[in-house]
């Protein structure tokens, strides 16, 4: 299983970001994806998840600004950021579970600033 995230960067209060994930090694269709992501010095937290039939879970602090989507036919999973808020400023990372396995991306850096 391999997970490669891309699209991230520096982007003003306010702006938008997609990031993606490609993945690779599994039944992609088959397994739900998530979102996570990590501030400086705190834990990794759940963003947001999407099940194999495209049904869809955020946390709160992100509804109405985040969207998750997943195109099976390309293998990607994607994370439309719009509205972003300095509090955004992270490292996010996509996960799938396979057979009680977790696998995790290696992360691509958000940071929202002006």
């Known amino acids: 299983v391999q997970l490669v995230e891309s699209g991230g960067g520096l982007v003003q209060p306010g702006g938008s970001l997609r990031l993606s994930c490609a993945a690779s090694?599994?039944?992609?269709?088959?397994?739900?994806m998530g979102w996570y992501r990590q501030a400086p010095g705190k834990e990794r937290d759940f963003v947001a998840r999407?099940?194999?039939?495209?049904?869809?879970y955020y946390v709160d602090s992100v509804k109405g600004r985040f969207t998750i989507s997943r195109d099976n036919a390309k293998n990607t999973v994607y994370l439309q950021m719009n509205s972003l808020k300095p509090e955004d400023t992270a490292v996010y990372y996509c996960?799938?579970?396979?057979?009680?396995?977790?696998?995790w991306g290696q992360g691509t850096q958000v940071t929202v600033s002006s």
């Open positions: 090694g599994f039944t992609f269709s088959s397994y739900a």
């Open positions: 999407i099940s194999s039939g495209g049904s869809t």
């Open positions: 996960k799938t579970t396979n057979w009680g396995t977790h696998y």
